[in-house]
Structures are given as structure tokens and as C-alpha cells.
């Protein structure tokens, strides 16, 4: 993995996790860090579901490619569980 894929990871992941947020209603206190980490893992879980649904196996770098669409169901599921096991405060 050189430089140029992680900082496209970054990249990518800041604009999957804003748009994830945007998506979803509510809020969400987290910052720009956050925001990133959640479309990173996004892309990680959305390779998995993809993997798992469609049969796509690992490219020869060693890790999946799931596009933007599955990276962003990834995700938004992250934003969906972590606001279910979130407490709730009145």
C-alpha cells in the first residue's frame, strides 16, 4: 500500500462519511475525523457485504474495491447501529 492509496482511503472516506451524515437524519456529534473513519469503515464493511452478496473477490492488491455505492450502504449502517447503541439523553 503506497502513499497515493492512503490518502485516497482519506479522501474518499471523508466524502463517503459526510454524504452517510447528510443521509441520514438526525444529528450526530462528531467531527471531521470521525466523519472520515466512518467512510473508511464504511468502504470496509461495504466490501464485505458486496463480497458476501455478489460473490467479488480481492483484487490483486490484496483488498476489495467496493465502489461508492456499496462504500456509502456501509456506511450508513454505521450511522444506523451507532445511534442505536448510543444512549439516549433528555
Excluded: E, N, Q
Aim: hydrophobic content about 55%; proline content about 3%.
Amino acid at each position: 500500500m503506497t502513499l497515493v492509496d492512503i490518502v485516497g482511503w482519506i479522501v474518499i472516506g471523508l466524502i463517503v462519511g459526510a454524504i452517510a451524515r447528510f443521509l441520514v437524519p438526525g444529528r450526530d456529534p462528531m467531527g471531521c475525523v470521525m466523519t472520515m473513519v466512518l467512510g473508511i469503515a464504511g468502504a470496509i464493511i461495504g466490501g464485505y457485504i458486496s463480497r458476501f452478496l455478489f460473490g467479488h473477490t480481492a483484487t490483486t492488491t490484496g483488498y476489495a474495491r467496493p465502489g461508492f455505492l456499496v462504500s456509502l450502504v456501509g456506511a450508513i449502517l454505521l450511522v444506523l447501529l451507532s445511534r442505536a447503541f448510543r444512549k439516549r439523553t433528555v
